[in-house]
């Protein structure tokens, strides 16, 4: 029993990273149609920024800003602004092709320019181990757990209780509506990959102490949040939320109890089954456009 | 025909500046086929590093028989095929000899080729088929593991009286090479295998391993992964209270797993082939060196490639000529000491395999320092 | 004689609402029905039950006496019932003639021999005889997506034409097209229906275009049949009236 | 440009024959990988690119198809037995990948093959008894023809091409047949496609499993032609980067796979003189690339030669519509 709730809570303070990242992986799709492939990368990347930004000096929380900063610039405005704008209009698959390119380019900047060894990563809190109900869990998976609930709490409320999210949930839904109704969708698709630019800093920063900064990091993480967003619901954030906890859980509790070997292809079943027999997701509602 | 006429001259262009790394007056044409990007990138950049500080020290000091060393780094993007076609690449320029790759996968397919074309080839790789092939020009340049395992299965039997263990590995060739001999150690020693456990490359949560470990209850932990995942696994292993002794190979005992580790790796014991912790005061500068100059810790892989160069240096000198036969017939049965090279760090001997012997340590992590309790003869000394 | 087709107490639900409420009725060799009925009355939905394209929830439907409810479209569309379509459906990155051929490959011969036989499956000369018919000569080679949307709804009907159907179910042919392509449309399909003896089924909301083509018209609102009769009486029904004014 | 065509053809001909005679072996071993990948990219074109049905899994057949003949081969089979069976295996489960598809359409249909590919890897890996495992197969031999070995790199790129030569004319003649015909119908619009009594159904499945035995038949070769396969060979690395040389080279164009392999084989051997750095330089060219013709190479072509016309809508965009 103590090894089941072990495996439950590292399992939800792992898959409260793969929510964070998939919620972005999932606005970026309903608002303008990216599945971006280089999500992952996008997460090892911040670390770099905050890493650098330390090598000459700055403190850790100067160093973390600066790193969610250059997250929203680089990952948000540029990333949309040079690749996604030019390419929109020419229908997904391009736009594939462009981020798998993009992440080769990201993962081999940062081993090049960087290093190609892994980088230790300074955590935002002390390394404590907490005992609860026979299991133990670090300070750090808890803050993690935490952080994720709040941003996504955050989040949450942004989207349904302001004008401002509403508008947004509106341009996700039906752009040519929200057009119609005056929200000035250029901006509001701009906005969701400044939230992704920041959703994938704060990740980045949660996760790199248990990791280590490395450029390969984007690969697991990237394929992790891609299945979770899909198991819970291509276009819906609390979907992401639901796809990421279980994913985190079904992991551990397949490779504990089921195969180790195999333990990569239970989340992927599922995946299957959910596009199969739930297409819209967990969480997801049905995806209604005009033909 | 505009279309098809552009695309010839392209294509003619592509492989004609493939080809142009010819080797000039004076130079010796030692190119190296590595995995600097995929997922081997940090072995084959250490590797590299290691190489170029051998390079420039010699060709500082005049080259090999007067000819400057001259050595292309391929890059095989840690992919058998690409590997294959980067050794065709450097077969055509009619190489001295060729180093690398270190992945075991793509040295089983370039070791076919540098066969046929009867060049020597200094490998990275530790797979115990590479040299059970009967291949006269492949060269290790640490120990394959049929000869690692023993070590380490000699110290779990003797030292820690383990009646069973459990396995923890990383589940790529590297980690299943490893994991096979030593169950094999195992098996001929009685001792039981309590828990197979494997993990994936950059796995990132350990719990579920550490959890079944407990569940297993094994006198000892076997840990054969790679460095980041043995960092994540023995901070993992220590949350949950591991009480059995973690016995590793080489990775888990090196300064930088130590380091990413934090306080985890403290009392991890093992075996280790090739360390910059190694308690001889050549390889301690040469780690000093090599840190000075690439900003950062070398691990076994940056010491190979640095002695793999010395290795041909010496075998060189002593045919007097840049005869790749030769050199094949005479590096079989040799065995150089850092009095003769000093480049060569430790005594080494290259038996009719192709396998390397030399001496290995015993080592322990205290206070967050690698310390060397025993070190191992060489086999053939024993 | 059996009719051609023949709608038996047709009814098709979404959750609570009903779209179309116990419709029969049948259209003989040699008709030109029309149905009519505001919007949301329920046409379209039975259309798409009777094409196979929505299962209905009760009633059956039989082409030349033969059950055909729950079929495929593909099926359906071998026993020879053929449709056109209210939004534009032709093939734009084919050509004219392509989406011809297409339109008739299905009827000739086996999966095989579509594979080893003639690229055209033998049906060239068939597409070049109904691209003359509707005056699209001119255009054959082009890709259809380049054509003008009169013309494609000209080749959208030559299409439902080309494996020359027993029964042709038209939806809403006449919208969204200009009048000069729209005299060409009802002439066409006239002169198809005088040469062929062809039978069809028009939705259409163009009254003068259904008063002038169709032998016979059913007004359906809100799912069920208020009149039906030819041309004339129905325009007269007060039934009609009140459902076409009082919304 | 259609003037063009068989003197462009015969041009690439005398090209394709005459090249292997100008090169070093690398050069050969190369322009052979080309071929190869060519086989596997002109599968995927017909599944992707003319069909429009998004398969991320043709690196899995790929695999397939190797691992068949390195492992009947090892068995004492001969070659184009062996090959032939590949092939004929990729058709079956390409087949039944194919009855997802029948579900649901565009991306999502794109994840349910991209997961298939990464089992598919898992299984190679994992199912040591069967494939040996993570160890890999090394020296699968290359054939030998009436007699003659051809392990020389020669002779098997010869082998190579002709088989080439020989499927690329098989799909073009499969796609100026009617199935050609109903596979872009599929694409375009698989609604009406039903309405004019095509059986889209099959015609879908049939589209993934002719599409799959090419990559099966491609894997066939690389077995031999690389002499070592591993199941990481067959990740999903391959399968975007068969994506890549579709959609670079122009999708649902017939000659789209040949110059996308084309790019994807040579491009990153040409920025091998950025030395490190190539790497980077490659991934930022299939940025540009992509931002400036997203309709790939050949499509840049078209809009070149005919300037008046505007391009018709690019294929395999994402429309999201259900068939039955």
């Known amino acids: 029993m103590a090894s089941f709730i072990q495996l439950l809570v590292s399992g939800l303070a792992t898959g409260a990273i793969y929510a964070l990242i998939a919620i972005g992986f999932t606005l970026l799709w309903q608002t303008s149609q990216t599945i971006n492939f280089a999500q992952g990368e996008f997460v090892m990347l911040p670390a770099f920024f905050v890493l650098a930004a330390m090598n000459v000096g700055a403190p850790y929380w100067l160093a973390a800003l600066i790193g969610i900063a250059l997250s929203v610039v680089v990952l948000g405005v540029l990333f949309k602004a040079v690749i996604v704008d030019p390419m929109m209009r020419h229908g997904v698959l391009p736009l594939v092709i462009t981020t798998i390119a993009l992440s080769l380019f990201l993962k081999e900047s940062v081993k090049d320019f960087y290093s190609s060894q892994a980088q230790p990563f300074p955590a935002p809190v002390a390394p404590r181990d907490l005992h609860f109900l026979g299991a133990v869990v670090s300070l750090q998976s808890v803050v993690v757990l935490a952080v994720a609930v709040l941003t996504v709490v955050a989040l949450h409320l942004l989207l349904n209780k302001t004008r401002l999210g509403r508008c947004m949930q509106a341009t996700a839904q039906n752009p040519t509506v929200a057009r119609i109704l005056g929200i000035p969708v250029g901006r509001m698709v701009l906005y969701t990959f400044l939230i992704n630019g920041a959703l994938v800093a704060i990740a980045s920063l949660l996760i790199s102490p248990i990791y280590l900064a490395k450029f390969t990091n984007g690969e697991a993480l990237g394929m992790a949040a891609f299945i979770a967003a899909i198991i819970g619901g291509f276009n819906q954030v609390r979907g992401a939320i639901l796809g990421g906890l279980i994913l985190g859980v079904l992991d551990n509790l397949s490779a504990a109890y089921l195969s180790s070997q195999y333990r990569g292809a239970f989340p992927l079943v599922i995946l299957i089954a959910v596009i199969l027999f739930r297409p819209q997701g967990l969480l997801g509602r049905v995806e209604e456009r005009a033909v | 025909m505009l279309r098809t006429g552009l695309l010839v001259s392209l294509v003619a262009a592509g492989i004609g500046l493939a080809g142009t790394a010819h080797a000039q007056q004076k130079t010796v044409y030692m190119p190296a086929i590595l995995e600097l990007s995929g997922a081997g990138a940090v072995s084959g950049t250490n590797f590299r590093d290691g190489m170029l500080m051998a390079i420039d020290e010699i060709n500082k000091a005049g080259g090999i028989l007067g000819h400057k060393i001259e050595t292309p780094v391929l890059d095989t993007q840690s992919d058998a095929g690409t590997s294959r076609a980067q050794l065709q690449k450097v077969l055509d320029n009619n190489p001295y000899v060729v180093f690398g790759p270190v992945f075991s996968g793509s040295v089983l397919v370039t070791q076919l080729m540098t066969l046929k074309a009867e060049i020597p080839e200094i490998v990275g790789g530790e797979a115990a088929a590479i040299t059970q092939k009967n291949n006269a020009y492949v060269f290790r340049t640490s120990f394959g593991q049929q000869f690692s395992m023993p070590k380490i299965a000699n110290y779990i039997h003797d030292s820690i009286k383990a009646k069973s263990v459990a396995v923890v590995w990383v589940n790529n060739d590297f980690g299943k090479g490893g994991r096979d001999n030593f169950t094999k150690e195992m098996k001929d020693r009685g001792i039981n295998i309590a828990a197979d456990i494997s993990t994936e490359v950059g796995q990132a949560d350990f719990s579920a391993d550490v959890v079944k470990l407990k569940g297993a209850n094994a006198d000892a932990v076997f840990v054969y992964l790679n460095e980041e995942e043995s960092a994540r696994f023995l901070k993992e292993a220590k949350k949950q209270g591991i009480k059995a002794p973690l016995i590793g190979e080489t990775t888990l005992l090196g300064q930088k797993v130590i380091d990413l580790a934090g306080g985890a790796a403290e009392g991890v014991q093992g075996h280790v082939g090739l360390t910059v912790d190694a308690p001889i005061k050549a390889v301690q500068d040469f780690a000093a060196k090599f840190k000075q100059r690439f900003n950062y810790v070398c691990d076994h892989n940056g010491i190979k490639g640095y002695t793999g160069v010395y290795f041909v240096k010496y075998v060189t000198e002593k045919i007097g000529k840049f005869d790749s036969k030769a050199f094949a017939e005479k590096a079989h049965g040799i065995t150089i000491t850092p009095k003769d090279e000093p480049g060569i760090l430790m005594e080494a001997m290259w038996d009719k395999n192709g396998d390397i012997d030399r001496e290995s340590f015993l080592g322990e992590v205290v206070d967050g320092k690698q310390k060397i309790v025993k070190t191992l003869p060489m086999l053939s000394k024993k | ?247 | 440009m259609r003037r063009l065509g068989p003197s462009a053809l015969a041009i690439a001909g005398v090209v394709a024959i005459g090249l292997p005679f100008l090169l070093k072996p690398f050069g050969v071993y190369l322009i052979s990988m080309w071929a190869v990948l060519t086989i596997a990219a002109i599968g995927l074109n017909l599944t992707l690119g003319y069909a429009g049905q998004v398969s991320m899994a043709q690196g899995a057949f790929v695999g397939i198809g190797a691992y068949t003949v390195a492992l009947l081969t090892a068995a004492g089979w001969p070659f184009f037995v062996a090959f032939i069976l590949g092939g004929a295996l990729c058709f079956v489960i390409g087949w039944l990948l194919g009855y997802p598809a029948l579900r649901v359409q565009h991306h999502y249909l794109a994840f349910v093959t991209l997961a298939f590919n990464t089992l598919v890897f898992l299984v190679l890996r994992n199912e040591e008894w069967l494939t040996r495992g993570s160890y890999g197969i090394a020296g699968t031999d290359r054939p030998s023809l009436f007699g003659f070995s051809t392990d020389n790199a020669r002779a098997f790129y010869f082998v190579c091409l002709a088989i080439l030569v020989l499927l690329s004319a098989a799909t073009w003649w499969m796609m100026r047949s009617p199935w050609g015909r109903a596979f872009v119908a599929l694409r375009e619009n698989p609604i009406r496609a039903l309405s004019l009594g095509l059986d889209t159904r099959r015609y879908t499945l049939m589209a993934f499993a002719l599409g799959s035995t090419l990559g099966g038949l491609a894997g066939g070769l690389y077995a031999p032609l690389v002499q070592f396969i591993e199941p990481g060979s067959f990740s999903l690395n391959m399968s975007f980067n068969l994506l890549l040389m579709v959609i670079v080279g122009g999708s649902g164009r017939f000659f789209g796979p040949f110059v996308g392999a084309l790019i994807a084989v040579l491009l990153p051997e040409w920025m091998r003189i950025a030395e490190g750095y190539y790497l980077i330089v490659y991934a930022m060219l299939v940025m540009v690339l992509m931002v400036f013709c997203p309709t790939g190479v050949l499509g840049l072509f078209e809009k070149a030669f005919r300037p008046k016309k505007a391009p018709p809508p690019a294929p395999a965009t994402l429309k999201a519509e259900v068939t039955r």
């Open chain 3, 1 to 247: 004689m059996t009719a051609v087709l023949e709608v038996n107490n047709l009814s098709k639900r979404f959750g609570g609402i009903v779209a179309v409420d116990n419709v029969s009725f049948t259209v003989n060799d040699g008709d030109i029905l029309g149905i009519i009925g505001p919007n949301g009355s329920g046409k379209s939905t039975l259309f798409n039950c009777v094409l196979g394209q929505l299962l209905p929830s009760d009633g059956t439907v039989r082409i030349d006496g033969q059950e055909s409810t729950g079929m495929r479209p593909c099926d359906l569309n071998r026993l020879g019932v053929s449709r056109t379509f209210q939004l534009l459906q032709v093939f734009p990155q084919l050509s004219v003639r392509d989406n011809l051929i297409l339109a008739g490959q299905e009827h000739q011969g086996s999966m095989t021999s579509r594979l080893f036989g003639r690229p055209d499956a033998g049906l060239g000369d068939a597409a070049d005889q109904m691209i003359e018919f509707f005056r699209l000569s001119h255009l054959a080679e082009e890709q259809a997506g380049m054509l003008s949307y009169g013309q494609q709804k000209l080749l959208d009907a030559a299409m439902a034409f080309m494996a020359g159907p027993r029964l042709v179910l038209l939806d809403e042919p006449a919208g969204g097209v200009n009048l000069t392509m729209l005299g060409l449309l009802r002439e066409r399909l006239q002169a198809y229906h005088a040469e062929r003896k062809a039978t069809f089924v028009v939705i259409e909301h163009q009254m003068e275009f259904v008063m002038a083509l169709c032998t016979r018209v059913l007004v359906l609102a809100e799912g069920r049949i208020i009149a039906e009769g030819a041309p004339e009486e129905v325009r007269r029904n007060p039934a009609v009236i009140e459902a076409y004014l009082g919304h």
